[in-house]
């Protein structure tokens, strides 16, 4: 099975601190990516990626950034966390285009910001 | 544009009476559509898919769904509920112009009572 590890389980941060959230997949997937969770809005896409070095913005990335610099890991970084950041935050991995696959999702890291 | 909407926010069912979770789409384009499953503390679990095959679709652990493409309609059921199936369901929708992002509905909490 395809297995997406992130790093963290539950995380607790300082306002204004720099977050990086480490997202690891085991199976040789093109595509990643980063989503929020929040309770009454579902899950909300932050940043994706197609392959190494490249990024795409999703529907809410002010506030984050991303990096791919190898094909099994995708980072997204908090440059400066407020406290409006908290919430659970997921990685997803895909091999290809994703319509016939499905997505593949980690255990989610609950960041909170105080 | 294109959403999915799902019904119902909070569903309370018996154990051993029918399950149904209701969820819409709006698209101009053809739909793959997505059943996702979130136990507490978990990450996401694909349940089911559609993608253009045939209309009824049988996923894990009893559960099946319906497109209707008339009524723009895919419903989660499931003939008799069970304690383990207490969690969070979401219907997410992606689009063939848009093959690698995914559309999520805001969740339907599942309650089972005994």
């Known amino acids: 099975d395809v297995k997406v590890t992130q790093s963290s389980r539950y995380l607790v941060k300082r306002t204004g601190e720099k977050v990086f959230l480490e997202c690891v997949q085991d199976m040789d997937h093109e595509n990643m990516f980063w989503y929020r969770q929040d309770p009454g809005l579902g899950l909300r896409l932050i940043y994706f990626s197609y392959d190494v070095k490249m990024k795409e913005k999703g529907d809410i990335p002010e506030g984050y950034s991303v990096s791919r610099e190898k094909k099994e890991r995708f980072s997204l970084i908090l440059e400066s966390a407020s406290t409006n950041q908290t919430s659970m935050y997921l990685c997803?991995?895909?091999?290809?285009?994703?319509?016939?696959?499905?997505?593949?999702f980690g255990s989610g890291t609950r960041l909170t910001v105080v | 544009a294109q959403s999915v909407t799902q019904l119902d926010s909070h569903v309370s069912v018996s154990e051993g009476t029918p399950v149904l979770l209701r969820c819409n789409y709006s698209?101009?384009?053809?739909?793959?559509l997505f059943w996702y499953v979130q136990h507490p503390n978990k990450g996401l679990q694909l349940l089911l898919k559609?993608?253009?095959?045939?209309?009824l679709v049988k996923g894990i652990n009893g559960f099946e769904a319906e497109f209707k493409k008339s009524e723009t309609s895919f419903h989660l059921t499931k003939p008799s509920a069970h304690m383990s199936d207490a969690a969070e369901y979401f219907c997410?929708?992606?689009?063939?112009?848009?093959?690698?992002?995914?559309?999520f509905g805001t969740g339907t909490r599942l309650q089972v009572f005994p």
């Open positions: 559609y993608t253009s095959a045939a209309t």
């Open positions: 997410v929708v992606s689009f063939l112009y848009n093959t690698d992002k995914l559309i």
């Open positions: 997803a991995s895909t091999l290809g285009a994703g319509l016939s696959y499905g997505y593949t």
């Open positions: 698209s101009s384009y053809s739909p793959s």
